[in-house]
């Protein structure tokens, strides 16, 4: 069984960068699509980006080139360096592994496609 725990999360000030960080237990870990999502009060998880089991990465429009996930399969851990953070980066961040039929664009968006998920950690960015 595949457990996911995020960390690295805190406060930032506005244009400064944070790293976040998604260490998963159990076996296989080089072959599961890992996603970042991110989550604020009253709104709904949003998507933030995707890397796949051979590091093709893909990202929300807003990312605008800040953000950057990686994977160390070595550690088991999955990245997400973000620059240039704004105010409106402000929300729960959370890792999650991919449980649909196919990695595309239509199904890796999607929250209910992933079959496992972290606690969550908070990032705040002040302005």
């Known amino acids: 069984q595949v457990q996911l725990v995020e960390s690295g999360g805190g406060l930032a000030q506005a244009g400064g960068s944070l790293r976040l960080s998604c260490a998963a237990s159990g076996r296989f870990f080089s072959n599961y699509s890992i996603s970042w999502f991110r989550h604020v009060p009253g709104k709904e998880r949003e998507f933030v980006g995707s890397?796949?089991?051979?590091?093709?990465?893909y990202y929300a429009h807003f990312v605008k080139g800040r953000f950057t996930i990686s994977r160390d399969s070595a550690k088991n851990t999955v990245y997400l360096q973000m620059n240039n953070l704004i105010p409106d980066d402000t929300a729960v961040y959370f890792c999650a592994r991919f449980g649909g039929q196919s990695w595309t664009v239509v199904e890796f968006t999607v929250a209910t496609h992933y079959d496992t998920w972290g606690q969550g950690t908070q990032v705040i960015v002040s302005s």
């Open positions: 890397i796949n089991w051979i590091g093709t990465t």
